[in-house]
């Protein structure tokens, strides 16, 4: 098991990567990781992005809300780490 995607051999990479994408870029913008119990929200995002919002993520941890803001110089890294459970 890795933490990023893998190319698979007989599968349609230019498919899979394009519809994964989309998915990636909002778990690493938001910096979404699961944890146990919980969700963690720890979102990093540029300023040009403004908000970005991802709303009732379901899981094991119930629904959360987590969102982000771009307030800050590309080269730092916004927002609050916490844990987030409902």
Known sequence: MTKYPVQYPTACSPQAWSTGAPLLFLRTMLGLEPMGEYLVV????????GRLELLDIAGRWGRVDAFGRGLVDTSQVAGRRHAARH
């Open 42 to 49: 720890d979102p990093a995002l540029p300023t040009l992005i």
